[in-house]
């Protein structure tokens, strides 16, 4: 087993052309920081055309998420400091030019980190909105049948292992990583059955950054909606070969987001 360094795909704030020094912690990720990271900002991405995911959201601490309803996001815990009033976090909008005179700003009022989360597994965060965001919400998965094939990343992050972020968003697709060849690139670092692994191994080039983390991993259902499985977690680098991006697998947690996000209401 390996003693492994988790890179958390954090992302700065955003406009920053820098990111901060890392911060390394055994066992738990190097931090992208002013945030942990993870892969593409998307490195290896293209531009999103404007309205092809509403429901993608910038958070003001350089983070990445997806409206689960249109008053609350879903991030990764990773992303903030824990739960409980929080009306720091600025959630952009409706646009996938950040500087856009079209985007849609709003306030957190509420934070709900994952019961439990200490940096290992459990990666995920709700954030609950001053106002409610007119825009279609992502669909979350709740069994493991969409946790295989070809998924879609998308974000604001680094478009280069230790880069600038991106003023558009970019998007890229992976395709699906069996726990067994993740654990390979990883050892004990990957918690199975909580996380879900997606890259190129053979070649690298594509994968979310600094900045993407709290984004959402997702792919066509049967009836051809998008639906999430990942939320952006951590990985070695960025789009290095033999090391995929490691994302919460949404299945796993999504009786418990259910849960949390009706406890907030909205």
Sequence with gaps: MRNFLKVLRRCTAVGAVALAAFSLQPGT?????PEPRPGPGVIGGTPAAQGEFPWMVRLSMGCGGALYTQQIVLTAAHCVSGSGPNTSITVTAGVVDLQSSQAVKVKSTHVLQAPGYNGVGKDWALIKLARPIN????????????NQGTFTVAGWGATS???????VLLKAEVPYVDDAT????????LTPGEEIC???MDTGGVDTCQGDSGGPMFRKDDAGAWIQVGIVSWGQGCARPGYPGVYTEVSTFASAIRSAAASLGG
């Design 135 to 146: 825009l279609p919400t992502l669909k979350t998965a709740d069994t493991t049948a969409y």
């Design 161 to 167: 292992e230790g880069g600038p972020q991106s003023r």
């Design 198 to 200: 997606a890259g190129f």
């Design 182 to 189: 993740c654990e390979g690139a990883y050892g004990g670092s």
């Design 29 to 33: 990720a190097q931090a992208h920081d």
